[in-house]
């Protein structure tokens, strides 16, 4: 089994900055892609940002230009830098990744979530 345990979630004032870690641990032969998302109270989760083990990321729409996300493949670790930050950034982040074992195919696992509010 695989574990993605998210922190560096919490509250900040709009303009501010946060840096979420999402760590994985458990039976990993491999990790392709790592990524966020997020879900806002009364809306669908929505794709942040997705980050391949080449370390090339992808972003969501609304967070081009703001958000950076990196990882360390020797610690299993995703980053998510949050700068600039608005009310509309109000969501609970939850980490996913795409783990390979050593045989069979590749799985998504999730994190449980850590919560980010932004006030204005």
């Known amino acids: 089994q695989v574990q993605l345990v998210e922190s560096g979630g919490g509250l900040v004032q709009a303009g501010g900055s946060l840096r979420l870690s999402c760590a994985a641990s458990g039976i990993i032969f491999s990790i392709t892609t790592m990524g966020w998302y997020r879900q806002a109270p009364g809306k669908q989760r929505e794709l942040v940002a997705t980050i391949t083990s080449s370390s090339s990321a992808a972003y969501g729409d609304s967070v081009k230009g703001r958000f950076t996300s990196s990882r360390d493949n020797a610690k299993n670790t995703v980053y998510l830098q949050m700068n600039s930050q608005g009310p509309e950034d109000t969501a609970v982040y939850y980490c996913?990744?795409?783990?390979?074992?050593?045989?069979?195919?590749?799985?998504?696992?999730w994190g449980q979530g850590t919560q980010v509010a932004v006030s204005s």
């Open positions: 996913k990744a795409t783990v390979l074992p050593r045989y069979g195919v590749s799985t998504n696992y």
